[in-house]
């Protein structure tokens, strides 16, 4: 194993990641997750930061349930602001970037940017594998059913884009 060859001089830390980490790396390393839908988080520590967010409304950490309350309402209503200032400038964005492609159809105004992104990027891999006048076509492998950028984002992938071109 590459771990233990790279911290032979410290195997405590080897001991317990072998003994807490490695048995649930199917929670959390990425060629295990990336065959669940989880939309890209790889991380907790969203979550995490909420949590922070919300103890710098309260004035001590003996705050009261109703100040506790105001300060998570204040705190969500802040973030809706920044959640719709940020749709706003991903909906400009989107007209400039996608709407008027003819393979997208009515997606750029139903997904995000990011979702834009993502498909845009598997279509120009599709659309690679066709022979050009400069270049030859790249062969495509098929996914056999299973592919991990349609199990993790829901998106179709570079496979299924290419049967259908």
Known sequence: ???????????????????????LREQWAGCFIQWYRNFGARVTSPTESTNLNVKSYLINGRASTF??????KA??????????????????????????RDYLGSLPMRVSHKALELINREYRYAKAAFATRSRPAKPLNPCEGVCSISLQYGI?????????I
């Open 1 to 23: 194993m590459a771990l233990k060859v790279e911290f032979i001089d410290q195997p405590a830390i080897v001991r317990y990641l072998e003994k807490q980490w490695l048995p």
């Open 67 to 72: 100040r506790l309350l105001e300060a998570i």
């Open 75 to 100: 705190l969500a209503l802040r973030q809706i602001k920044k959640w719709e200032d940020k749709r706003a400038d991903e909906g400009v964005r989107t007209c400039l970037d996608y709407v008027g």
């Open 156 to 164: 179709p992938c570079r496979y299924s884009i290419f049967t259908t």
